[in-house]
């Protein structure tokens, strides 16, 4: 879930144009919208359509704190592995083994740090915010207006052949933040970013029930080209150690 966030620098959601050489075709064939469930009449208000993606989300979902995934990126290349970390909080951290290297990610609400494939530590300047909008959108919280979000209906996108309601997020800057709803059934489609003046979409595919919370165990990242991930597990409401965060000393 929300691999990637990356603002004027792409960080791990772009590693580097030489391992994101594109997601295997067949993997963006498969990582399109899911059917919603069942049809309904459709909401034409903000908060309508808010609630019935909350309902939507799963019984849990407003209880939900904090999501670990163990996770593999698709490219030509073959699969790499990988692991997030995330908590309603803001903090993040990010993990990809590629080539024989390591590489990580970690924010929270005091700073954020990075640990490049030659095993350098440095800061990483703007990620603990972008961190921070990011839970508020994946945890739901930004929808209800809150952590300084303001909430707008912004008309209707046609996506894979469906027409979806666009919910817009914004922080009083230049940055957006979009999530494709079916008015109907609450069921999302995607997101759609502009962070640092880069834009993305992540689309989410099969949906799954883990734990009374509806998750996406597939995604597809386009951006300067589509990268695809897979969710091998999840674990929901798991503590974190908080050495997940703490920045290592210089050389990791």
């Given at each position: 879930m929300g691999l990637f966030m990356p603002g004027k620098r792409r960080g791990l959601a772009m590693l580097s144009a030489a391992l994101f050489l594109g997601a295997p075709a067949t993997l963006v064939a498969q990582i399109t919208p899911d059917p919603p469930p069942s049809a309904g009449e459709a909401a034409y208000n903000?908060?309508?359509?808010?609630?019935?993606?909350?309902?939507?989300?799963?019984?849990?979902?407003g209880e939900l704190q904090t999501v670990h995934e163990r996770l593999y990126l698709e490219t030509e290349g073959g699969r790499e592995p990988g692991a997030l970390w995330m908590d309603r909080d803001g903090r993040m951290r990010r993990e990809i083994d590629a080539a024989g290297a390591r590489t990580v990610e970690a924010a929270a609400p005091g700073g954020a740090w990075k640990i490049a494939a030659d095993g350098k530590v440095a800061d990483d300047p703007g990620a603990a915010e972008r961190a921070r909008r990011y839970a508020l959108l994946q945890f739901g919280d930004a929808f209800t207006g809150r952590g300084g979000a303001s909430v707008a209906l912004a008309g209707t996108a046609d996506v894979e052949d469906r027409t979806w309601s666009?919910?817009?997020?914004?922080?009083?800057?230049?940055?957006?933040?979009?999530a494709l709803i079916d008015s109907a059934t609450g069921a999302l489609c995607c997101y759609r970013i502009t962070e640092g003046g880069a834009a993305r979409t992540e689309m989410f595919g099969d949906?799954?029930?883990?734990d009374g919370v509806r998750m996406p165990f597939a995604e597809l990242v386009k951006a300067v080209a589509?990268?695809?991930?897979r969710i091998s597990a999840i674990e929901l409401n798991r503590d974190f150690d908080p050495a997940l965060f703490q920045?290592?000393?210089a050389g990791g």
């Open positions: 903000l908060r309508q359509i808010v609630a019935r993606y909350i309902d939507w989300r799963g019984p849990a979902f666009v919910v817009r997020v914004t922080f009083g800057d230049a940055d957006i933040y979009e949906w799954r029930l883990q589509p990268t695809g991930v920045r290592p000393a």
